[in-house]
């Protein structure tokens, strides 16, 4: 392939339950800061813009994520200063199969017939010129018609990863998650690759083959596509037509099929890759002072060794531990055994079954006109602190079981009761009784913080009726 346009496709809809309590299924590790200062889904946008060189152009980046992330999606791109090109919402998770083809769909209707390169949004790549010649090597094989998989030399029996058999640059088979003997064999054998999750080939040659091998998935996403609603720059497939669709994964579907029927080939990717699963992997990418501890936020250890402390909110601090993980966070703190990171999903799907709030969400909760934070609470009380960003504004609602009183801490707040509109400055403050129609709005140009009291028989997020809203929540 001498010149052409990649389109770069990114997986954002995992929910990241291994690295609980920071990553939540409201807030997931794909929009967390691991290391230095962008997410991982900004350094993922960043690193995939810096694949143009010589005749190859770079078009925005399609984004694969669900409804609830949608605004997270965009402020945090635009905040890195990359607006996608689209942001495809599945209305259901259907695994990954069915989501890179609504992107290649997507891909040519926009013209051409782009190469993709499809990458989950949560990985690590400590070496970013490696990663782009490798990458940049893949979209030129993959113009030709090839299906190009990116493989990670392995230098430790991992159980955790699938892994690729590979003859020289052709892919001979997939295996399983092996077992400790098993990858152990792998290692000591060679040519066998972990399967990074990356993959480079022509939109129209992922459905031919997804075609070939799973016309029942093929002609699904057809059908929602077709029933598809677009608004700015969210693109919806069909919800009922969506879910109806056969939830598999793109190795199952496609790729495990593929040796021997289609040219599929790997290019081996030496660029400190890890995909940041579990806090294990967290732990390989920090810095460690000499005894293989690692520490984030406000964090000492003394006499500890391979420790990985990370603090978020308060002082946290470590005495005596060995090969142990502890991660606080404002309304939660995990401590478990560094080898049994794995694990912490378990955890979470406890959290889930007992319905319990941290399963879900952080005590700070990103909504697209800002965020809020609930500080305290008891016994017929809450206290929020609340952000609204400049221009932002919180939808026209009201309670039937809490009043609220509000108290701008700073910038200027546009306050709506019933029919009457007030502007309220720094230390001024209002009440809205129960059952009172309200709104809050920031028409400033520095962000809006306030502290809202609420008071009340119930207090529970969903006692809102939403009269009217920016974000079509109504």
């Given at each position: 392939?001498?010149?052409?346009?990649?389109?770069?496709?990114?997986?954002?809809g995992?929910?990241?339950?291994r690295?609980?309590?920071?990553?939540?299924?409201?807030?997931?590790?794909?929009?967390?800061?691991?290391?230095g200062?962008?997410?991982?889904?900004?350094?993922?946008?960043?690193?995939?813009?810096?694949?143009?060189?010589?005749?190859?152009?770079?078009?925005?980046?399609?984004?694969?994520?669900?409804?609830?992330?949608?605004?997270l999606?965009?402020?945090?791109?635009?905040?890195?200063?990359?607006e996608?090109?689209?942001?495809?919402?599945?209305?259901?998770?259907?695994?990954?199969?069915?989501?890179?083809?609504?992107?290649?769909?997507?891909?040519?209707?926009?013209?051409?017939?782009?190469?993709?390169?499809?990458?989950?949004a949560?990985?690590?790549?400590?070496?970013?010129t490696?990663?782009?010649?490798?990458?940049?090597?893949?979209?030129?094989r993959?113009?030709?018609?090839?299906?190009?998989?990116?493989?990670?030399?392995?230098?430790?029996?991992?159980?955790?990863?699938?892994?690729?058999?590979?003859?020289?640059?052709?892919?001979?088979?997939?295996?399983?998650?092996?077992?400790?003997?098993?990858?152990?064999?792998?290692?000591?054998?060679?040519?066998?690759?972990?399967?990074?999750?990356?993959f480079?080939?022509?939109?129209?040659?992922?459905?031919?083959?997804?075609?070939?091998?799973?016309?029942?998935?093929?002609?699904?996403?057809?059908?929602?596509?077709?029933?598809?609603?677009?608004?700015?720059?969210?693109?919806?497939?069909?919800?009922?037509?969506?879910?109806?669709?056969?939830?598999?994964?793109?190795?199952?579907?496609?790729?495990?099929?593929?040796?021997?029927?289609?040219?599929?080939?790997?290019?081996?990717?030496?660029?400190?890759?890890?995909?940041?699963?579990?806090?294990d992997?967290v732990?390989?990418?920090?810095?460690?002072?000499?005894?293989g501890?690692?520490?984030?936020?406000?964090?000492?250890?003394?006499?500890?060794r391979?420790?990985?402390?990370?603090?978020?909110?308060?002082?946290?601090?470590?005495?005596?531990?060995?090969?142990?993980?502890?991660?606080?966070?404002?309304?939660?703190?995990?401590?478990?055994?560094?080898?049994?990171?794995?694990?912490?999903?378990?955890?979470?799907?406890?959290?889930?079954?007992?319905?319990?709030?941290?399963?879900?969400?952080?005590?700070?909760?990103?909504?697209?006109?800002?965020?809020?934070?609930?500080?305290?609470?008891?016994e017929?009380?809450?206290?929020?602190?609340?952000?609204?960003?400049?221009?932002?504004?919180?939808?026209?609602?009201?309670?039937?079981?809490?009043?609220?009183?509000?108290?701008?801490?700073?910038?200027?707040?546009?306050?709506?009761?019933?029919?009457?509109?007030?502007?309220?400055?720094?230390?001024?403050?209002?009440?809205?009784?129960?059952?009172?129609?309200?709104?809050?709005?920031?028409?400033?140009?520095?962000?809006?913080?306030?502290?809202?009291?609420?008071?009340g028989s119930?207090?529970?997020?969903?006692?809102?009726?939403?009269?009217?809203?920016?974000?079509g929540?109504?």
């Amino acid at each position: 392939m001498r010149g052409g346009v990649v389109q770069p496709v990114i997986m954002a809809g995992g929910s990241g339950t291994r690295l609980w309590p920071l990553s939540r299924a409201g807030f997931p590790k794909q929009f967390l800061v691991l290391g230095g200062h962008d997410s991982l889904l900004q350094q993922t946008a960043r690193r995939l813009a810096a694949l143009a060189g010589p005749g190859l152009g770079v078009a925005p980046a399609l984004v694969v994520g669900n409804e609830e992330h949608r605004f997270l999606i965009l402020d945090q791109l635009r905040e890195a200063g990359l607006e996608p090109g689209t942001v495809l919402l599945e209305p259901a998770g259907r695994n990954t199969a069915p989501a890179v083809t609504l992107a290649a769909l997507r891909a040519l209707e926009q013209g051409g017939d782009p190469v993709l390169v499809v990458t989950p949004a949560d990985a690590s790549i400590a070496d970013e010129t490696a990663y782009r010649a490798a990458l940049q090597q893949a979209v030129r094989r993959a113009g030709d018609g090839e299906i190009v998989i990116l493989g990670i030399r392995p230098d430790r029996p991992e159980t955790g990863y699938g892994y690729i058999r590979a003859d020289g640059p052709r892919v001979t088979r997939f295996v399983e998650k092996p077992d400790a003997a098993t990858a152990q064999r792998y290692l000591l054998e060679g040519g066998y690759f972990w399967n990074a999750g990356i993959f480079v080939l022509r939109a129209s040659v992922w459905l031919q083959a997804l075609q070939r091998f799973r016309g029942d998935i093929a002609q699904a996403v057809h059908v929602a596509w077709g029933a598809r609603r677009a608004d700015a720059l969210f693109v919806r497939p069909g919800r009922d037509e969506f879910s109806a669709v056969p939830a598999e994964s793109v190795d199952y579907a496609v790729l495990e099929r593929c040796p021997g029927v289609l040219p599929i080939g790997m290019e081996i990717l030496d660029a400190g890759w890890n995909d940041l699963g579990a806090w294990d992997a967290v732990w390989q990418t920090l810095p460690r002072d000499a005894a293989g501890n690692a520490t984030v936020g406000d964090a000492v250890v003394e006499d500890c060794r391979n420790t990985l402390v990370h603090a978020s909110d308060r002082l946290v601090a470590a005495v005596g531990l060995e090969n142990v993980v502890v991660v606080e966070t404002p309304d939660a703190v995990l401590v478990s055994d560094l080898g049994r990171s794995q694990d912490v999903k378990r955890i979470v799907t406890r959290l889930g079954r007992e319905q319990r709030g941290e399963h879900t969400l952080h005590r700070k909760v990103h909504r697209p006109w800002g965020w809020y934070d609930s500080v305290d609470f008891g016994e017929r009380f809450q206290v929020k602190r609340i952000m609204v960003k400049p221009g932002a504004s919180l939808s026209l609602q009201m309670h039937h079981h809490r009043a609220e009183h509000w108290i701008v801490v700073s910038g200027t707040a546009e306050v709506t009761i019933g029919g009457r509109v007030s502007l309220l400055a720094e230390n001024q403050g209002t009440h809205i009784p129960v059952g009172e129609l309200h709104r809050l709005s920031n028409p400033g140009k520095v962000p809006l913080e306030i502290i809202e009291v609420q008071s009340g028989s119930y207090l529970g997020e969903d006692d809102i009726v939403r009269v009217e809203d920016s974000y079509g929540r109504v």
